[in-house]
């Protein structure tokens, strides 16, 4: 099984300014319940393509995987799995370590975080801005509603629907904008928060040090199947690059934002020699490219079937 988890942090720190978070007592409680099982840790980096198809399907071998490049990643996972003697496979969205600019996806956990319990004003903001800004006609609206005015996975509708249209509609510095023009509380200061949120260049080098194995997770953390293949690719190449440029020397590795990816970002993987590519769900592999469609399991999924 490749686990997949996304935001490790200690529930009390951070002031709780984020809205999804895996608490780290009981991450430290899944391991020792495995280890108990008898799992088998497998260390990443020496995985053949094989090995990789192989522990995909095994459920008495584990390979943990951790999204995103978080500084708690770095400051708790990271020294923990080292002192149990496992080694990690951490994706990192390779522009937090150049331009450290705050990614549209923490931005839109930060605001919901904000407006928790005040949702439904916050979509009528939403709606106001794709009218007035966005020109949106009422077609165009209610072709959003019913896409993704629904109950999600782990969200409620509007929630769902907030989540989606942020993501899809929106770049990380529309974000900012939409949010200083169209919400009347206090600024949204997301750039002050990037210390907090993100690991720095020297805490990726020094995960490499420690035995660990690091993953792409594009450059923008981009929904990639929403791009042209040329926009696609040109994100590629900026991830790989900064990743050459850290000295990263293993085989390449990515895990697919939001897990989303299309034909064209397979044959750029081949292209680009990937060994191996990381998705949500077994729902969407890919016959013909299995091991660039490896399915991870989300931890909040597994554990609480387990
Ligand atoms: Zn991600």
Request: with cysteine; hydrophobic share 40%; glycine share 4%.
């Amino acid at each position: 099984m490749i686990i997949m988890y996304h935001y490790v942090r200690l529930s009390d720190s951070f002031s709780a300014k984020v809205n999804n978070f895996y608490d780290f007592d009981l991450f430290k409680k899944n391991i020792y319940g495995l280890l108990n099982n008898g799992k088998v840790f497998l260390d990443p980096k020496s995985l053949t393509t094989e090995q990789w198809l192989d522990v995909a399907e095994d459920s008495n071998s584990i390979v943990l995987t951790f999204d995103d490049g978080y500084i708690d990643h770095v400051r708790l996972v990271a020294p923990f799995l080292k002192d149990i003697g496992i080694h990690g496979l951490f994706f990192v969205p390779a522009k937090i370590l150049v331009t450290r600019e705050i990614l549209l996806v923490n931005k839109i956990h930060l605001m919901l975080h904000r407006f928790r319990g005040r949702e439904a004003q916050l979509m009528e903001h939403l709606i106001q801005y794709l009218i007035q800004i966005e020109r949106f006609g009422t077609d165009e609206l209610n072709d959003l509603k019913s896409k993704y005015l629904k109950d999600g996975k782990y969200d409620g509708a509007v929630t769902n629907f907030l989540k989606r249209v942020f993501q899809k509609k929106f770049e990380s510095s529309q974000l900012s904008s939409f949010c200083e023009s169209f919400l009347d509380d206090e600024p949204m200061k997301f750039n002050l928060l990037r210390d907090e949120l993100y690991m720095a260049p020297d805490d990726f080098s020094a995960l490499q040090k420690q035995g660990h194995s690091l993953g792409l997770h594009g450059y923008n953390h981009f929904y990639l199947s929403s791009l042209s293949k040329a926009r696609q690719k040109m994100d590629f190449e900026e991830s790989i690059n900064v990743f050459r440029e850290f000295g990263v020397s293993q085989d390449l590795l990515i895990a697919y934002p939001y897990g989303d990816y299309n034909s064209d970002t397979l044959d750029i993987c081949e292209e680009f020699q990937i060994k191996a590519g990381f998705i949500d769900n077994r729902l969407n592999t890919e016959s013909y490219f299995p091991s660039l469609t490896l399915p991870r399991i989300d931890c909040n999924d597994f554990f609480t079937n387990h």
